[in-house]
């Protein structure tokens, strides 16, 4: 087996004396989908981005592909890296956020462009032509000039997959993808979602979806109060919890 | 037939509705106000064109001068290049306020409380003198020898202390027009940035300032037109923009008020033409919201009396990107 795609080591998060992450410690292969599922306030979008560094973290070690993030060990010191290299370093994450936050000013494909422009010093016309490539995959090649005031949520989120796609992550951070969308419309997001995990993207998504967990989750891991609480492939997490904290949540959310 | 089991389809209505045609309700109450602001309106006309002293041959004599129009670019001149020095000072001062570093925050909101709590004649007059507390200025290392020296009667020529008064004293306005714009804009935004590898002044460039725009755009519509009639102050510190240069005419001919009328037209002209450039670039940096522009006031009048003609109701036009 090859180093992990992400390794993290008892990982501690304060918020002021708010102790929100007690110690997570978790390893994501390349090419794996791994689901967390927890209850609201278990920590599981601070997790997600203390991968890419939005967050400091108080004390542990995460690696995303090897390499130390947010800092540098040189020595037995640790050193905190400067924005641009810790930029450098997300540029390689996919995010991909429950509201979308797509850039309210900028069409469909200059949401896409920007940082392939920007941060990667891509030309424009290829920016554009992956652009289109791109938003072909998520099923709105016919809307790239549309603005996101003018999108339903659903398509929102599928330029927010492709506009996080463009920086050709190897690691994609989902956090509730879906949980903003009317029912009718999270097959959809599911549905390229279920297409980046074949194509074999690695990916960490959050998500209360268990039916996507289940069928294309390879890890599930359940988290509550800042730890893991269980973790194992769907089939025994799902079908055989062993702890009761996760036969509580689960008889609640399935 | 199976057609005849199922419930039949809701259709749309094969024809289309009629016209509501109603005789309106009579609004006695308008008609009378109307009729009223129309008689008082033609009183007002009639003794502003039949009293002689509005001079009004004098004024049509002076409104072209070239001393007047010469007095009227240096007004343009110092407003626009006063407001660019205000809002360059009013990002930096926003950007300073909302750092991390407590010394840079404390710096910006000193120069806020300076510049804004003494009144814009006072800076002006004090930029004006400045030579009498600093004789020599001179640019060289802090506490160090000094590179380059200036006499300061040289540099803080009248038209440098307009500036300096007028632009330092908007950038306090300014950056509090801009630290609400910036403060309106989602923090999703600058995470989203983040989150893609932008660096921290791209971001801001690129992301967060164009979407405060349309935040910091009315009020700066407004400055700007302030600052046009602020500029009037400077005519204390003889410089002979618009309103210091009819004061120049009519200190030699005593026609004091046909030549405050001619600067008043040409100060109405001007912030006519700044509100409708105003519209133009709110709409622009309006595009992406699902709000449409509220039309001008000339636009809410105009259409106002169109219903009145029972004509159709001009609706602006679109945004681009719809
Ligand atoms: N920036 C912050 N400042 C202070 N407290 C925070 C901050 N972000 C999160 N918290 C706290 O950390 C705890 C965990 O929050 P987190 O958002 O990670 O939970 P979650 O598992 O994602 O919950 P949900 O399912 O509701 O999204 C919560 O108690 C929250 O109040
Ligand atoms: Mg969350």
């Given at each position: 087996m090859s180093e992990p795609m992400v390794k993290a080591e008892a990982v501690h998060k304060r918020f002021g004396r708010n102790e929100v992450l007690k110690g997570i410690t978790l390893e994501v292969a390349a090419g794996e989908v791994m689901c967390l599922l927890g209850p609201s306030g278990s920590g599981k979008s601070t997790f997600l981005r203390c991968i890419n560094h939005l967050e400091k973290i108080n004390s542990g070690r995460i690696w995303v592909d090897g390499d130390l993030v947010g800092y540098s060990q040189r020595g037995d010191k640790l050193h905190e890296m400067r924005e641009s290299d810790v930029a450098g370093e997300r540029e390689q994450i996919g995010m991909v956020f429950q509201r979308f936050n797509l850039f309210g000013h900028m069409t469909a494909e200059q949401n896409i462009i920007e940082a392939p422009i920007r941060v990667a010093g891509t030309k424009r016309d290829v920016a554009k032509a992956e652009a289109k490539v791109l938003m072909d995959r998520v099923g709105l090649?016919?809307?790239?000039?549309?603005?996101p005031a003018q999108l339903s949520g659903g398509q929102q989120q599928r330029v927010a997959i492709a506009r996080a796609l463009a920086m050709k992550p190897k690691l994609m951070l989902f956090d509730e993808?879906?949980?903003?969308?009317d029912p009718e419309l999270v097959g959809e997001v599911l549905d390229v979602m279920r297409a980046l995990a074949a194509d074999g993207m690695t990916m960490v998504v959050v998500t209360h979806e268990t039916g996507f967990a289940k069928e294309v989750g390879d890890t599930v891991v359940f988290m509550d109060d800042g730890v893991v609480v269980e973790s194992g492939d769907p089939a025994s997490v799902f079908d055989n919890p062993q702890h009761k904290r996760t036969q509580a949540f689960l008889s609640k959310v399935l | 037939m199976a057609d005849a089991e199922q419930p039949p389809e809701p259709a749309a209505a094969a024809v289309a509705p009629e016209e509501i045609k109603a005789v309106p309700v009579r609004r006695p109450g308008r008609l009378i106000a109307g009729v009223l602001i129309i008689i008082v309106a033609a009183a007002l006309v009639r003794s502003v064109a039949t009293n002689p002293r509005f001079g009004w041959g004098t004024v049509g004599e002076y409104l072209f001068s070239p001393v007047v129009l010469d007095g009227l670019l240096k007004t343009i001149e110092l407003t626009i290049i006063a407001m660019v020095v205000g809002i360059l000072i009013g990002v930096i001062l926003a950007v300073m306020r909302l750092s991390p570093n407590p010394i840079v925050v404390a710096a910006s909101g000193f120069y806020i409380w300076l510049f804004r709590g003494t009144p814009v004649l006072v800076q002006l007059l004090f930029w004006n003198f400045i030579a009498a507390l600093y004789p020599v200025v001179a640019l060289g290392i802090p506490f160090g020898p000094a590179l380059v020296e200036f006499n300061a009667n040289n540099l803080i020529t009248p038209f440098v202390a307009a500036l300096l008064g007028l632009g330092l004293n908007e950038g306090a306005y300014m950056s509090e027009i801009v630290r609400a714009g910036l403060l309106s804009v989602d923090e999703g935004q600058e995470e989203a940035a983040k989150a893609l590898g932008m660096r921290r002044m791209q971001t801001m460039r690129r992301i967060i300032l164009p979407q405060a725009m349309r935040v910091i755009i009315p009020p700066t519509g407004n400055e700007t037109i302030g600052m046009l009639k602020t500029t009037s102050l400077v005519s204390v510190l003889a410089y002979t923009e618009l309103l210091y240069a009819v004061q120049l005419i009519y200190a030699a001919n005593y026609k004091q008020i046909p030549l405050l009328i001619v600067a008043s037209i040409w100060y109405l002209v001007l912030t006519t033409i700044l509100s409708i450039g105003q519209y133009f670039i709110e709409r622009h940096y309006g595009r992406g919201t699902a709000r449409a522009i509220p039309p001008t006031l000339l636009m809410r009048i105009w259409q106002s009396f169109s219903t009145w003609r029972h004509t159709e109701v001009p609706v602006p036009e679109q945004r681009h990107g719809l």
């Open positions: 090649g016919d809307r790239l000039d549309a603005y993808p879906t949980s903003a969308l | -």
